[in-house]
């Protein structure tokens, strides 16, 4: 056996260009695309060059907070910042957003405290904010099913008969390149399709799928396989943060306006490892990450912005310290944390009350109770 | 005025128990900054890297590199200086910060010291009303970063006087009446069995959680405690539960209390209750098991795929490798190899590359047609669609036995080498694997092996060989022996050479050829000159 007998299918390497949508390049250039034209202010630029700098910050306390013992794990985000944030940036408030365990940038365009994304990886809540406030749904660990959630969601969209009016909304459902080898992806497909859904399927194909290459995965590049279910596939540049933005919006307004689903795949690359519990080193080469580094999604925008004299260096030191200066406060929040209170586990249960949880709870404070100290109420 | 901080190992992979320090960023009187790298750990997992969770001075590396601690030990210490610039302003840690300090720098660092950094591990059991035991540890936060040691839990106290009515401990079942009390149930008549067991001595193999606790050690239905998987394990190996000493939680009775009957078998139906008390204590542990996993688990996967997909032939030849010995003296010499290690294994390494050089075929690889995309590798088919893939470039591998395991590292395309390029490639190689530094690159993409097994002392072995490859050569050690030498009985250097090869690939004939001719090079050099 050689590794070359398994590896290698045909046709999921690199794309021609022509086929990726792109309108920043990593050299910093501003390109048009015919489909994709993005009018954006310089203000605007600058938004989002904060947005994904902060959120790298964010997500490197993270890490570092579980390598000290203080979270039980972390799905980093590094070097996938432009696809969500681009992507995030493009909602608007009546779309929902079904995310998986590692959208912590779009956590942050939709205003969900990053504390409670820690908290849930502290173990101290399950994720503790209100989906209906947020737009954005509870992080799901189930790989794939949130693009059943999804689904039914903008069915039920459809179906307050707002598509094409101002109220208009579309579910957007997060997802991974692995996630598209499950079942459930592929039944939202076909569901999402037949219905005309108005939902957005966005892929961040972040190339390995824990330790499966894309390789093993799909003999297709996967914006290819909306083509088989009957609605248009999309691949951009994921590490672009232009591209992601105008695409998604784009076709967030298509659903919104009834025309059904789309598949953006975002063509991205996770930089570290798939969990703090993950070793990468064991199943991928350095090479690999040395290439993907020089596509940086912050520092083309950064380049961007030098080269259009639109921000200076005092912009750019004042981003980096209000980033660290909030993971410094985080930090400290995130190391705050009360414990959860025992029964709280019977809170959320059932949105009103239920008797067989009324007495469970009950039972158990009861049980709580029957300690000499420390009793139930710490 | 400073504070001096603890650091203790992280879980950082969720369940991990232990973990080696590898390496030290920082030394005592360094400044480290929060999230600043400080040291190297190796888990079962993998090789992190730990940033400091405090701003200041480094106090004390309480752990040596090499060393593997468990999860929860203290591993630096820092002095944080008075502005507290780490971490919230320890509130209930002003308690339990004197006792840090107070505590001997160097001292074996135990369960007890605090972690400031963390709130809820900073109430001090001692400050609450009505707690008397001033030996137990604090209580071991469970949510993040440290698990639950085992052993290292003690159960609270319950409350002496029954709990009213629908609390029931201890039973799962809601039962419409109060059970009894925990401490009445021990003095109350009970089915036999029952009786038996709660006359007993506490069972002393589960330390002090079991011997501290007060659950009945049955419940009302007569039958032992135990999982069902427990019992039908028992059942399996025909081991009578209620002969067993539980040493689970509430005394229910584990696999390895199952496990221990089965291994002390002549004691198990000796004799009723009373002479079974003393039996597991003063028993030895008979059987060990060892989890399989990693490099083990690695290992045993490639030697099973490869033993049972690869027809392996081996073929042994002795050699007097005299000259070889003597030549390696004389390389050692030159200036070429002042500064690098030249051992026999050099010449051994480039008399099979000369023999792939002459025999490309020997350096090759089975590969079966990729049917239905299968790509579990070899396979075990012998038609349709497989080919031979010869190989005209050498990756050499090198088996090395690690800390972690067995590995096979790689020289890529040593066929290009010169004799001192060689040398240092294979120390290069060596001091790599050494410092647990090979990456996957290394480990992959091998086209043929030398195993050293002359390096325990022994003669020679039937190699298997490394999957993807077609041949692995052996060599023995190299030692004294009687030898006829130019028609007269003398003392001369031997080893012994073993090849094993994938006889889809290679048939006798081939095998034997090459075999022939290594031997033929490490008789005499001067062939490895003719022939490369």
């Given at each position: ?25 990593p ?20 938004g ?37 944030i ?20 779009v ?94 399927f966005?892929?961040q ?50 659903a ?12 991205t ?75 709280a ?5 059932y ?20 300690f ?7 | ?20 320090i ?11 900054e ?13 090789v ?14 309480l752990?040596e590199?090499?060393t ?89 106290p ?74 039908k ?50 028993t ?19 030697m ?95 088996a ?63 190699p ?7 041949a ?7 030692r004294?022996m ?19 090869f ?31």
């Amino acid at each position: 056996m050689t590794i070359d007998s398994v590896r290698g299918a045909p046709g999921t390497g690199e794309l021609a260009d022509s086929e990726l949508v792109q309108l920043l390049t990593p050299e910093g250039e501003r390109v048009d695309h015919p489909d994709y034209p993005l009018d954006i202010t310089a203000e605007q630029v600058r938004g989002l060059y904060r947005d994904l700098v902060t959120v790298r910050r964010i997500d490197l306390e993270a890490v570092a907070l579980t390598r000290q013992g203080e979270l039980g794990i972390w799905a980093s985000l590094l070097g996938q910042e432009a696809a969500q944030i681009g992507s995030g940036r493009a909602l608007t408030d009546t779309d929902m957003v079904f995310p998986t365990y590692r959208e912590h940038a779009v956590a942050y365009c939709r205003n969900v405290p990053p504390l409670n994304l820690l908290g849930l990886f502290r173990g101290v809540n399950h994720g503790g904010w209100d989906p209906k406030d947020h737009g954005f749904h509870l992080y799901t660990i189930v790989i794939g099913s949130q693009t059943l959630h999804a689904t039914g969601y903008a069915m039920g969209i459809q179906r307050d008969g707002v598509l094409g009016s101002d109220k208009a909304g579309a579910t957007i459902a997060y997802f991974g390149d692995g996630a598209t080898s499950q079942g459930d992806v592929n039944e939202s497909f076909v569901f999402a399709s037949v219905f005309n859904a108005p939902i957005v399927f966005f892929c961040q194909n972040n190339q390995w799928a824990i330790s499966e290459p894309l390789e093993k995965q799909s003999r297709i590049p996967l914006y290819k396989r909306a083509q088989g279910f009957g609605f248009p596939g999309v691949r951009v540049d994921g590490n672009d943060v232009f591209a992601c933005l105008a695409v998604t919006q784009k076709s967030l307004a298509h659903a919104r306006d009834g025309q059904g689903p789309t598949l953006i795949e975002a063509y991205t690359y996770r930089m570290g490892a798939h969990t703090t519990t993950d070793d990468p080193t064991r199943y991928r080469l350095k090479a690999e990450e040395e290439s993907w580094k020089a596509k940086d999604p912050i520092e083309r925008v950064k380049k961007y912005l030098v080269k259009e004299g639109e921000a200076d260096e005092a912009f750019f030191a004042d981003v980096e310290a209000e980033a660290k200066r909030m993971a410094t406060e985080l930090r400290k929040a995130c190391l705050a944390l009360p414990d959860p209170q025992p029964l709280a586990i019977f809170e959320h249960v059932y949105a009103d009350p239920h008797p067989m949880i009324s007495e469970e709870q009950e039972q158990f404070a009861a049980y709580l109770a029957s300690f000499e100290d420390e009793g139930t109420a710490r | 005025m400073s504070e001096r901080k603890q650091f203790k190992l992280p879980d950082v992979g969720e369940g991990l128990t232990e973990a080696e320090i590898v390496k030290w960023h920082v030394r005592v009187g360094d400044q480290v900054e929060v999230n600043q790298t400080i040291v190297e750990i190796e888990t079962a997992k993998a090789v992190v890297e730990l940033p400091c969770p405090f701003e200041g001075t480094v106090g004390e590396l309480l752990v040596e590199e090499g060393t593997t601690v468990d999860v929860g030990v203290p591993i630096i210490s820092v002095d944080v200086g008075a502005d507290g610039s780490a971490g919230p302003a320890p509130s209930g840690g002003a308690a339990a910060a004197p006792a840090a300090e107070a505590a001997p720098a160097g001292a074996t660092p135990v369960e007890a010291v605090p972690h400031e950094e963390v709130p809820h591990e900073e109430v001090p059991q001692a400050d609450e009303p009505g707690v008397v035991q001033p030996e137990q540890p604090k209580r071991q936060p469970v949510l993040v970063g440290y698990g639950v040691k085992p052993g290292a839990t003690k159960r609270r106290p319950r409350k002496q006087s029954s709990p009213p009515a629908p609390a029931t401990p201890a039973s799962s079942t809601p039962a419409p009446s109060p059970s009894p009390s925990p401490s009445v149930a021990q003095a109350a008549p009970a089915p036999a069995p029952a009786a038996a067991q709660a006359a007993r001595p506490a069972p002393t193999v589960g330390g002090s959680d079991a011997a501290s606790r007060s659950y009945p050690q049955v419940v009302d239905n007569g039958m032992p405690l135990a999982k069902p998987p427990v019992r039908k394990m028992a059942k399996d190996l025909g081991v009578d539960l209620s002969t067993i000493t539980g040493t689970g939680p509430r005394g229910s009775i584990t696999r390895e209390d199952v496990q221990q009957a089965l291994a002390a078998p002549a004691e198990a139906p000796a004799a009723a209750s009373g002479a079974r008390a003393g039996a597991p204590a003063t028993t030895g542990v008979r059987e060990e098991r060892i989890a399989v996993r990693g490099v083990r688990k690695a290992t045993a996967n490639a030697m099973v795929g490869s033993a049972f997909t690869a027809p392996h032939v081996t073929e042994f030849l002795q050699v007097d490798v005299t000259r070889t010995v003597e030549t390696v003296r004389r390389l050692r010499e030159l200036p070429e190899f002042a500064d690098v290690k030249v051992s026999p294994l050099l010449l051994v390494a480039k008399a099979l590359l000369t023999a792939v050089a002459r025999y490309p075929m020997v350096n090759s690889a089975w590969v079966d047609a990729p049917a239905n995309g299968a790509g579990n590798g070899a396979g075990n088919g012998t038609g349709g669609g497989a080919e031979i893939v010869v190989k005209h470039y050498v990756n050499l591998g090198i088996a090395a036995a690690t800390e972690r395991g067995l590995i096979v590292p790689n020289v890529k395309d040593a066929h290009t080498l010169t004799l001192p390029e060689l040398a240092w490639a294979l120390a290069e190689l060596t001091a790599k694997v050494r410092a647990g530094k090979a990456t996957p690159a290394d480990l992959t993409g091998g086209t043929i092996s030398i195993t050293n097994v002359g390096v325990f002392g022994v003669d020679t072995g039937t190699p298997i060989l490394t999957p993807g490859e077609s041949a692995i050569l052996c060599i023995g050690q190299i030692r004294d022996m009687p030898w006829v030498h130019e028609g007269e009985l003398a003392v001369r250097k031997v080893t012994t050479l073993a090849l094993s090869f994938d006889h889809r690939v290679i048939d006798g004939e081939l095998g034997s050829k090459v075999l022939r001719d290594v031997g033929a090079m490490l008789e005499d050099p001067i062939h490895l000159i003719a022939w490369s």
